[in-house]
């Protein structure tokens, strides 16, 4: 990681409320007065922190990668392969259940509404989803060399099922405000991953 | 059904564009300015068509609805029972993949924008696709009480799964422009249902 020059407290505060305003209403939503309406401050407390409203939307989307990294990847200590597999995607459906942001997963919400929109916003948000993607994808090959996961199963397929269950919740809670919708992430990656560990039965159908 | 009135040709040709243009930069993008900008009308020649911004954008939905309806519904011509869950689920990749609007799928654009924001708006949304994920739901519940589906399987995890393939390929398609989105998609819908349909194996772990 780059060294970073330590940030002001109200830099953070304006942040953390820029992330919580975004994920409800969009990061193109966000602006200097909407901010300091929000935060109780003036235009010019919060206009010199930020070059410009592309900075603002992508120092958000830096809050929220850092939130991400803290919540979900750094407290899973399990042992590499399958059960880290299974532990990272259980710490990231906890942070989305927990509702980390106002409104949701900010990750969802900010690609739905920037991967229509050519530019930095959405180039950087594309790297961040991709990234996270490819963990999963990563991890799922690992157990599959540890002998963890049946040799006849993509790991990036495998990923691609796994990560579908978790925006799929996040959209169900959010939208339809389903009280399964957690409960069924969860089934489902039981189910998907019992399937991908389980020995080739000899015999039956496929 | 209820019946309608006749609707004219321009009001149909605003609400085409208005769904494109909804579909990448989001409902509460539109405005009778853009529209009339997007179509080289007076803002008069649009104004007239809709009493508000929300009715704009209420009839923007019905109109996406119908198109979903009569692309994804209406040519579904499959025996009742896993054959047209199957030939649903299909039609549904088919049109996403299609690009059936210029921004991806229209509800789930639609979804992510208005999850946070109470009002009418959301309300239809909600309604429709908890409809389509309970038509889903419904036909997998048919299959099983055919003996097409295990029954110790639950019809509405069933269609949860199948529901997060969809929406994961067109997030993929979408931001990460993934080429195999669809295949991937398409993969784990066959998967899950051959593990849905298949006989229980006697004496292997479920």
């Given at each position: 990681?780059p ?7 109200t ?20 602006s ?10 003036s ?45 990272l ?15 949701g ?7 739905a ?12 948000i ?19 060399r ?6 006849d199963?993509?790991?990036a ?6 990560h ?12 339809l ?8 992430a ?9 399937r ?11």
């Amino acid at each position: 990681m780059p060294t970073r020059t330590p940030r002001s407290d109200t830099r953070q505060t304006i942040l953390e409320r820029a992330m919580d305003l975004a994920s409800v209403e969009g990061l193109e939503g966000l602006s200097i007065g909407r901010l300091a309406s929000a935060l109780g401050m003036s235009k010019s407390g919060v206009i010199g922190h930020f070059a410009s409203k592309q900075d603002l939307q992508l120092s958000t989307v830096e809050s929220a990668r850092e939130r991400f990294e803290a919540e979900v990847m750094a407290g899973v200590e399990a042992e590499p392969g399958l059960a880290r597999l299974e532990a990272l995607v259980e710490s990231w459906i906890a942070h989305v259940e927990g509702e980390a942001f106002a409104g949701g997963c900010f990750f969802w919400a900010a690609s739905a509404e920037f991967d229509g929109r050519p530019g930095a916003v959405r180039d950087r948000i594309a790297e961040l989803t991709r990234s996270w993607l490819d963990q999963i994808s990563a991890e799922a090959r690992l157990a599959q060399r540890l002998g963890e996961l049946r040799p006849d199963e993509d790991p990036a397929q495998v990923a691609f099922e796994l990560h579908a269950f978790v925006q799929e919740a996040n959209w169900a809670n959010q939208l339809l405000e389903a009280p399964d919708a957690f409960a069924r992430a969860r089934a489902a990656v039981a189910g998907r991953l019992a399937r991908a560990a389980r020995l080739a039965p000899i015999g039956l159908a496929p």
